[in-house]
């Protein structure tokens, strides 16, 4: 009968009722409908369904794909994950540098257990009680924990013992997430998207380039005036296309053959549903408009324009 309810309790529906997991359920149900947007009705399957299985793996109960402690306090913790155990001076650091409570509390609950073994529950309540009457108000339960817990570790080392060998071994999703902190992800996108793109277009249409130019222009200029008017980032950001076509429109004041400022709205790098959307907002309006080829042009130059916009704003902010 043990075996049996141990058995009941690795599995998957047990832990979606353990520690919050019902939020892991919610975000299954989010992958389902991905998946099935992106299979089924054929709405941009190349990211939809990437997206939705990495959803799937990494909110499976248990699965222990990723642990925000390796990345806690805003940079890489080499030492953990070389394998070096989690101390109770490690957590200490952390909680100071303001990681939040709930990426450390389970490890101090680890390290509370193995402190009442080592010694005994009386005296880690008497280490605890101790740091709280010399903080007075000033501290926190989990502070004052956290204290106790380095003084029982100074303490096991004095007699030559080690209080936990609680170590934690990376999952994919680490691994996968080190590639993003590295920054090795962006140059390997621009060198994907660079392959996948086809510049038959621009070439053949170079004047495209401005018009691609004029609209990362036109886009950021609109971006910061909503900004000053007081709209959100978000806000700002999703009127800002609006000024692709308009600096299309002011394109045509000075161009004998006139160009559909609809495909102003593709100067952005996002290849090639920019394209895809001017392409069918223009058929909805008029079936004999084919805008894909030419509205591809302005997409690649906004590929172009916005890795040297980020170019800039990296070299100026770091």
């Known amino acids: 009968m043990d075996a049996i309810i141990r058995f009941l309790q690795d599995t998957g529906f047990y832990l979606f009722s353990q520690d919050g997991n019902w939020r892991c359920l919610i975000m299954l149900g989010i992958a389902c409908v991905l998946l099935y947007l992106g299979i089924v009705k054929k709405f941009e399957p190349l990211l939809l369904v990437p997206i939705a299985f990495g959803m799937l793996i990494t909110n499976l ?40 409570e709930n990426v450390l509390a389970p490890y101090i609950q680890q390290l509370m257990t193995a402190a009442q073994t080592t010694f005994s529950p009386e005296m880690v309540e008497q280490a605890i009680a101790a740091v709280t009457e010399e903080a007075g108000a000033a501290i926190t339960p989990l502070e004052a924990q956290l204290q106790a817990l380095v003084q029982a570790e100074q303490a096991a080392a004095y007699y030559g013992m080690t209080l936990s060998d609680i170590t934690i071994t990376p999952g994919l999703v680490d691994i996968l997430y080190l590639g993003v902190k590295l920054g090795i992800y962006p140059c390997l996108i621009f060198m994907g998207v660079g392959a996948m793109t086809d ?5 053949a249409n170079p004047k495209s380039l401005l018009l691609g130019a004029a609209a990362q222009l036109g886009i950021f200029i609109t971006f910061v005036g909503c900004r000053f008017m007081g709209f959100t980032g978000p806000e700002s950001s999703a009127i800002g296309i609006i000024g692709g076509v308009l600096l299309a429109k002011f394109m045509n004041l000075f161009l004998k053959e006139k160009i559909n400022p609809l495909i102003g709205s593709a100067g952005v790098s996002a290849v090639p549903m920019a394209a895809r959307v001017s392409q069918m907002v223009g058929q909805k309006y008029n079936p004999g408009n084919f805008l894909l080829m030419h509205a591809m042009g302005p997409n690649v130059a906004g590929v172009i324009g916005s890795a040297i916009a980020a170019g800039v704003l990296i070299s100026l902010y770091g």
């Not at 109960?61 to 155990?85: K, T």
């Not at 510049?199 to 070439?203: A, D, K, Q, V, W």
Request: no cysteine.
């Open 199 to 203: 510049f038959g277009p621009l070439i």
């Open 61 to 100: 109960p248990g699965a222990n794909m990723f642990h925000e402690i390796f990345f806690a306090g805003g940079h890489i913790h080499w030492d953990l994950i070389g394998g070096q155990p989690v101390t109770a001076s490690l957590l200490a650091d952390l909680h100071s540098q303001g990681v939040a």
